[in-house]
């Protein structure tokens, strides 16, 4: 007929198919409420309709007396083609009517809650606490509604899982006052109902939410009593699987807390806790590859490279077979190439940059011209240091190829590093080009994380102002100014540093003219 697979589908969920007039009052009355658009005047199980199909008898096109009048026998193949197609477009019309996001069943719960209608197959905040627990676009709109809606006192566990979604969301928008509120609340959710072996768990994860913004606050002291709080509430729980988990996540938190603080003695003691808990547990998850990776830091920071080089190893053979930690393995062996690299180490650098690069090469294609753009710099920048100065600019090349490639603002750092080296190659026609490059991908991809370090026409005003050539240097501040005010409006901060260079610019600017009539 010429019909689209969506014209077809259209159909199927919107218009009832007709039926043959000849059918059966009995016919018509049981294929009419399996073709019913709502759910709610269908059948509600397969087992009711079969209970409800009449008999073969009985559903034949007019019955006997029909067929009598018409003297045409019933064919049983058409009957059986018909109960096929009513049966695949019940099939159809009930996967086509599910809800289409998991906030969608849970409007649905929340409404009949507002109404006090009792919701069918749950009488607790079970549904909506396994809402919350999953990973989609719906969970914030449905967390801020369970705030409001649901204030029954059945409904703490399900309060208490908005509210641990809803922290960190508020946290990441720099909300830190509301975060700290929300975090607040949950606490006092799960302290005040009853106790459990479940309710540890909830009260352990209620205090260890409030640690990223204690920290980001730099409120260590309050951040490690909560953490010492939720390993309380982890170790009363009696199931192993469960208790273990939660510890090892904590105990790796508190060795970063302490690592934080430069308290290094008690941030390894606290590592090694969570790495031991995890081979007890025989456990294959990423948690000691992490572990390794921030003790090589810390070992780096207490200059003792050897011993970095040690949990370095570790960390390879725990990458093994892990995609996550595969997929963050070229960073960290980069990041090791150049802890080596301001030591001295250019052997061990080199080496490292090989093994990084070869990691790079794992990563899907789409994901991994950012970090082998950075180790074209780094490798350059050590070859530099080597005075091996035309290899050094053919990986810078290489570098720049890399970043040109990638579509994103996601390499704006490491094209203003790049910039950097040929600034100081002498090669500012090079470097305003990469500056150039910088900025068609700000203004192709705005991202409101970007920093001031990220301005490019910032860069270059610095560069003729380094060279007194203020003409210029204006021209560019005053462009900088209009860039971050079109893409970071809200950055007050840095707009004020930009405008000040512009005003103090604009003054040496002035001063120069004057000096020379």
Known sequence: SGSSDYDIMYKQVSEVPSLPQTLSLKGRSFFDKCLQKDPALRYSSAREMLEAMPSG????????ASQARSGK??????????????????????????????????DKFLLV????????????????????????????????????????KDYWRARIAAGRKLGPYYYAQGKYELATKTFRNVLAEAEANPRGDLDGILRGNAHFAMVDVLCSAGRYVEA??????????????????????NLINLYKTIGRIYMGE?????????????????????SHEDHPGDCYFDLAQLMFLKKQPQKALQYLNSLREASEGSKYLQGHLPYRLLFAAKEFGKIGDYNREQEFLKEAKIAAAKIPVFNNEPIQAQIYLEQGRCLMKLEQKEKAIEAFQNSLQALRREKTAVVVDTLISLAGEYIALGDQRTAFEIYDVALEKIQSFHDTSMNATQNPLFHKAVYYWGR????????????????????RPEDTVNLVTFKRYQKLNREKMRKASNLNP
């Not at 064919?75 to 009517?97: F, K």
């Not at 009593?225 to 469960?242: C, D, G, V, W």
């Not at 941030?267 to 995890?278: E, F, M, P, V």
């Open 468 to 487: 007194r050539d203020f003409g210029k240097a204006q021209k560019y501040f005053d462009e900088a100014v209009v860039l971050w005010e079109k893409i």
């Open 262 to 282: 430069k308290n290094y003695d008690e941030a390894i003691k606290y590592y090694q806790k969570s790495i031991d808990l995890n081979k007890e547990r025989g």
């Open 113 to 152: 809650e507002e109404e006090k209608r009792p919701f069918p197959g749950s009488t607790s905040s079970t549904f909506l606490v396994q809402q919350l627990e999953r990973e989609n676009a719906d969970v914030i709109p449905l967390a801020k509604k369970v705030l409001a809606k649901c204030t029954g």
């Open 57 to 64: 008898a009985d559903m034949q096109m007019g019955g006997p």
């Open 224 to 245: 490690r009593k909560h953490l010492s709080k939720a390993e309380s509430y982890f170790l009363m729980t009696q199931i192993p699987y469960q208790r273990n988990t």
């Open 73 to 106: 026998p019933i064919n049983p193949l058409l009957i059986g083609t018909i109960v096929l197609i009513v049966l695949a477009v019940v099939a159809a019309l009930i996967v086509l009517q599910k809800p289409r996001t998991n906030a969608s069943a849970a």
